[in-house]
């Protein structure tokens, strides 16, 4: 089955400056690659997602690329903001229907003032 | 809130209890999802439900029993659970682009979870 593993586990990073974090799929059938972002005691929320037709996407301050031949996907932040704290998901569908997701451990992320 | 709501917020039970979590989702969605989430562990996706019809059981013990009487209710019934099963239960609900035929996005939107402590 797909396996998705998720480097780095904690990320701190200055106010201002960039944070990426790298998922990595076995599945080369996997086809849809969502973000989701759970800040702390919070429900976990899609922020940004991509297809396997498509290499980047960029949503203001965040961007999500892929490399469909290495099987990896990074999500980077630019500016980040203390609000940016928080645990991020990467995942991967291994249906064609993107629904059976298979999650990452999470990276947690602090943004120091 | 996203529409996804889940009762009760924490539920605390012994191991020879009977108990029913709760998700009622109120975005037309047709979709449904039981989540697990433990420490140190990834998002586990235990069930998933199209239409009202199970169609995902991925290797979930039988002492969790899930039920949707309708595309707008989830519950999962808890019987003689273990220690080990205490953990944040998420639902989530989407609108399944099955019938369309094509390549699916599927944006899952979660309920704020049930924090069950088994003891």
């Known amino acids: 089955g797909e396996n998705v593993e998720q480097h780095p586990s904690t990320l701190s990073v200055q106010e201002g400056d960039s944070a990426v974090i790298k998922c990595t799929y076995s599945d080369s059938a996997s086809n849809y690659f969502p973000w989701y972002k759970q800040e702390l005691g919070k429900r976990p929320q899609l922020i940004i997602d991509?297809?396997?037709?498509?290499g980047e996407k960029k949503d203001q301050r965040i961007a999500v690329t892929l490399n469909k031949t290495a099987k990896h996907f990074s999500l980077h932040i630019t500016e980040t903001q203390p609000e940016d704290s928080a645990v991020y998901f990467c995942a991967a569908s291994v249906d064609n229907y993107g629904q059976n997701f298979v999650f990452g451990p999470g990276t947690r992320l602090s943004v120091l003032p | 809130e996203t529409g996804v709501t889940q009762t009760p917020r924490h539920l605390v039970m012994g191991m020879t209890n009977k108990k029913s979590l709760k998700c009622e989702q109120h975005?037309?969605?047709?979709?449904m999802y039981w989540y697990k989430q433990s420490a140190k562990k990834p998002l586990e996706l235990m069930f998933v439900?199209?239409?009202?019809?199970?169609?995902e059981n991925n290797s979930v013990p039988s002492r969790f029993s899930p039920e949707c009487p309708n595309s707008s209710h989830l519950f999962l019934h808890l019987h003689t659970l273990q220690p080990e099963d205490s953990a944040l239960y998420l639902c989530?609900?989407?609108?399944?682009?099955?019938?369309?035929?094509?390549?699916?996005?599927?944006?899952?939107?979660f309920g704020a979870g049930t924090r069950l402590s088994v003891l």
């Open positions: 975005l037309g969605h047709n979709a």
């Open positions: 439900y199209n239409f009202k019809e199970q169609t």
């Open positions: 989530a609900s989407s609108q399944d682009s099955r019938r369309r035929g094509r390549l699916a996005k599927n944006i899952q939107y």
């Open positions: 991509i297809r396997s037709n498509v």
